[in-house]
């Protein structure tokens, strides 16, 4: 198959409720990234916080021919990261290989859970 997608990616709204009922699946958000290709892609996410420029990188890590990889915003343990909760960030994704970029957020709102999905901006 085809490289699908571009190299470049960037998700510009992301935001992570901390209200979080009891029992209840808590808000999060995740990042797909699907590789179409026939060559493993080494990916690069960089986390930039609010308005203060400050930002934060992911060790690069690889998604390989015709897979996907899911990020929960919520669980990067695995490379020393604890994204805050309320409060806006968003993140830039380069990729060595072109991929396919899918981002979704889940949030408690009044009780009730509100879900979309968005395919995020990208270029090469």
Same mark, same amino acid.
């Given at each position: 198959?085809? !490289?699908? *997608?571009?190299?470049?990616? @960037?998700?510009? =709204?992301?935001?992570?409720? %901390?209200? /979080?009922?009891?029992?209840?699946?808590?808000?999060?958000?995740? /990042?797909?990234?699907? #590789?179409?290709?026939? /060559?493993?892609?080494?990916?690069?996410?960089?986390?930039?916080? *609010?308005?203060?420029? =400050?930002?934060? !990188?992911? %060790? +690069?890590? #690889?998604?390989?021919?015709?897979? %996907?990889?899911?990020?929960?915003?919520?669980?990067?343990?695995?490379?020393?990261? !604890?994204? +805050?909760? #309320?409060?806006?960030?968003?993140?830039?994704?380069?990729? %060595?290989?072109? @991929? /396919? @970029? !899918?981002?979704?957020?889940? #949030?408690?709102? =009044?009780?009730?859970?509100?879900?979309?999905?968005?395919?995020?901006? *990208?270029?090469?």
């Amino acid at each position: 198959m085809k !490289e699908l *997608g571009h190299t470049f990616w @960037v998700i510009p =709204d992301m935001y992570m409720k %901390s209200d /979080v009922q009891s029992g209840k699946v808590p808000s999060h958000e995740s /990042v797909s990234i699907f #590789n179409s290709g026939e /060559v493993t892609a080494l990916v690069t996410v960089t986390l930039v916080y *609010g308005t203060t420029g =400050d930002s934060r !990188e992911l %060790s +690069p890590f #690889n998604v390989y021919p015709f897979q %996907s990889m899911q990020l929960r915003m919520d669980k990067l343990e695995k490379w020393g990261i !604890e994204v +805050p909760r #309320n409060s806006p960030y968003s993140a830039i994704i380069r990729s %060595s290989r072109k @991929v /396919v @970029v !899918e981002y979704a957020r889940l #949030n408690w709102i =009044d009780g009730l859970y509100q879900s979309f999905g968005l395919i995020p901006y *990208g270029e090469d």
